[in-house]
């Protein structure tokens, strides 16, 4: 009740003119910050998804190596001349394009 007497009293600037600038600063941060960080975990999830034998990946400790087998939840990487790992498919970070570029 006491909402519609403040817009019956001072319009409607008079309730939403204080939370204006806290809408527009919300509004800026959504488009600038929120989505675009949405659209790359998106992304990253469809190339996670996607990976194949003999890809080049970075994982989120910085190892960097060649995928040698895919299993449901985990990946075969082997980062070193005689080195496997096993990782999970959730601690890749990036494919790692670095012969890409060279190329350029």
Do not use: C, H, W
């Not at 009740?1 to 019956?8: E, K, T, V």
């Not at 309730?15 to 806290?22: K, R, S, V």
């Not at 890809?55 to 496997?84: F, N, P």
């Amino acid at each position: 009740m006491s909402i519609l007497f403040i817009i019956l009293q001072g319009g409607i600037g008079g309730a939403i003119g204080p939370l204006m600038p806290m809408l527009l600063i919300f509004v800026v941060f959504y488009f600038l910050l929120i989505m675009p960080q949405k659209k790359k975990q998106r992304a990253l999830q469809e190339k996670i998804a996607n990976l194949k034998a003999g890809d080049r990946i970075v994982t989120t400790g910085g190892i960097i190596g060649k995928i040698s087998e895919v299993r449901e939840s985990s990946l075969l990487i082997r980062s070193a001349d005689k080195s496997m790992l096993e990782v999970a498919r959730s601690a890749v970070a990036d494919l790692d394009n670095e012969e890409e570029k060279k190329s350029f």
